[in-house]
């Protein structure tokens, strides 16, 4: 289908919106298993970020499940769509000069591949939130374990629906071997050199 769609070349550049932050701006994607310490992770780095004075936003299931992508569910083609708009939206904050923090089960390969392409190589860091199905069961923080194996629930990740892990995220933490700091401290270390300006 011919849109006639002819983009507006705006003047103030990410280049530019980089400067002014006087920091890098890229997309930190968390993807791992319900309950597998995704948000808990991420909610550390982020207010270590902000300490810092770097700027910052997280999405999450609450701002994007409940408010744009309220018309999907968990069936996999929605979970695609759900993955493709918030990388489109995680991309335009990364244009805005903004460290942007996901945090989604993400459970497909390819939908993870489709974040990489929409937000470029070089501006995304994959990750991997590695906590065995059985400790999340045992954890189960929103009781929703409990649900699907009674069967309330279908499709859930883990249980009756699948989980591809990555095979070489650039960040894999154990959480049942690492603590939260010390998994947050090294993503921070991962990020620091990337948080530098280069010359554009
Ligand atoms: N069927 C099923 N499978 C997995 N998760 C489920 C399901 N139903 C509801 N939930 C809750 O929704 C959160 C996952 O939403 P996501 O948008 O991250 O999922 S996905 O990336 O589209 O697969 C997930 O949040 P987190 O626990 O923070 O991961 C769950 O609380
Ligand atoms: N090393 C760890 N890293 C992250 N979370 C952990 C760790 N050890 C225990 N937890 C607990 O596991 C739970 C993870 O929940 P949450 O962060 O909401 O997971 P997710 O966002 O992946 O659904 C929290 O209750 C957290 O305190």
Known sequence: MKRNI????????????RKSNNHNSFLLWFTGLS???????AN???QKLYQKGIKTYALDGDNIRKGINKDLT???EDRTENIRRIAEIANLMVNAGLVTIAAFVSPYKKDRENIRSIVKDVNFVEIYINTSVEECERRDVKGLYKKARAGEIKNMTGISAPYEAPEQPDIEIKTEEESVDAAAQRILDYITPKLKLNNE
């Open 74 to 76: 968990f069936a996999p």
């Open 35 to 41: 309950g597998s310490g995704k948000s808990t992770v």
């Open 6 to 17: 002819i983009p507006h070349d705006y003047q103030v550049s990410i280049t530019d919106r």
């Open 44 to 46: 550390v780095v982020e």
